[in-house]
């Protein structure tokens, strides 16, 4: 059974930093590409970035290049993704997922970030 277990999220200052995490078990995660989300209130989920199986940079949002990092560790199983110079629009609760070989789609329970002051 595929789990993705985010953490990491909570309260932080604008400019401030967060690295989250999502652990991966019930299927060979060295062999999948890695993606975060993330959805804000009232908003479509998003694509923040990507990571393929091999560590290579899939894609970044336009919004968070140059501030967001997407990284893995296979010997881990976790995907990390560590976000400085936070803005108050990066608020979302953000999602890791993964795609299996069938296309299907699995998502973690999510963790919610908050910049505030």
């Known amino acids: 059974q595929v789990q993705l277990v985010e953490s990491g999220g909570g309260l932080v200052q604008p400019g401030g930093s967060l690295r989250l995490s999502c652990i991966a078990s019930?299927?060979?995660?060295?062999?999948?590409?890695m993606y975060w989300y993330r959805q804000a209130p009232g908003k479509e989920r998003e694509l923040v970035a990507g990571?393929?199986?091999?560590?290579?940079?899939?894609n970044y949002a336009d919004s968070v290049k140059g501030r967001f990092t997407i990284s893995r560790d296979n010997a881990k199983n976790t995907v990390y993704l560590q976000m400085n110079s936070l803005k108050p629009n990066d608020t979302a609760m953000y999602y890791c997922?993964?795609?299996?070989?069938?296309?299907?789609?699995?998502w973690g329970q999510g963790t919610q970030v908050t910049v505030s002051s």
């Open positions: 997922m993964t795609v299996g070989r069938l296309r299907e789609i699995y």
């Open positions: 990571i393929t199986s091999t560590g290579i940079i899939i």
């Open positions: 019930g299927f060979t995660f060295a062999e999948y590409p």
